[in-house]
């Protein structure tokens, strides 16, 4: 089984910065063979794509609202992928999930449906 682990959210003032972690595990996962994507929930809102990771690290994709501002990484070693967040505003206050992708060998993938190993998620807080 696959287990995902989110960590690193909390509140932070408007322009602040956070990093999040996702920490993966499981038996027969092998974490440097599929693509690793960060999304976001805010309440009464539909689930948004924040960010993505190709399985290589090569490439990466943002929403449109954290580009910029956001940043993802993996690194390999650590089966631990990773989200920095820069210049934080209130708008992007949500609950963060990581997901890893449904195959391996993926390219930074923003749709959800590619994904089917979801964390637990985050809370982030932005106060204004």
């Known amino acids: 089984q696959v287990q995902l682990v989110e960590s690193g959210g909390g509140l932070v003032q408007a322009g602040g910065s956070l990093r999040l972690s996702c920490a993966a595990s499981?038996?027969?996962?092998?974490?440097?063979?599929?693509?690793m994507g960060w999304f976001r929930q805010a309440p009464g809102k539909e689930r948004e794509f924040v960010a993505a990771?190709?399985?290589?690290?090569?490439?990466?994709d943002y929403g449109d609202s954290v580009k910029g501002r956001f940043t993802i990484s993996r690194d390999n070693a650590k089966n631990t992928v990773y989200l920095q967040m820069n210049s934080l505003k209130p708008e992007d206050t949500a609950v963060y999930y990581c997901?890893?992708?449904?195959?391996?060998?993926?390219?930074?993938?923003?749709?959800?449906?590619?994904?089917?190993?979801w964390g637990q998620g985050t809370q982030v807080t932005v106060s204004s």
């Open positions: 990771i190709s399985w290589t690290g090569g490439s990466t």
């Open positions: 499981g038996r027969t996962f092998s974490f440097t063979r599929y693509a």
């Open positions: 997901a890893r992708s449904t195959v391996i060998l993926a390219g930074a993938l923003k749709d959800p449906d590619r994904y089917n190993y």
